[in-house]
């Protein structure tokens, strides 16, 4: 599977998680929900830039 099909496929995945996830929150759990997964990729973005730049050490 190319990267494409591959990038597709988790687009897909996550926009059902999104659908489901709104049917069965409320819009204050939503609001939090999105907050904290924001807060999640952001400190795993960092871990990622800090792996690459210690890499070389």
Request: hydrophobic letters at 30%; aromatic letters at 4%.
């Amino acid at each position: 599977m190319n990267n494409h099909s591959n990038n597709c496929s988790n687009l897909f995945f996550l926009s059902t998680i999104a659908c489901k996830l709104s049917q069965c929150l409320t819009e204050k759990e939503l609001t939090l929900l999105s907050s904290e997964l924001v807060t999640l990729g952001e400190m795993l973005e960092t871990e990622s830039t800090r792996r690459e730049l210690c890499k070389d050490e």
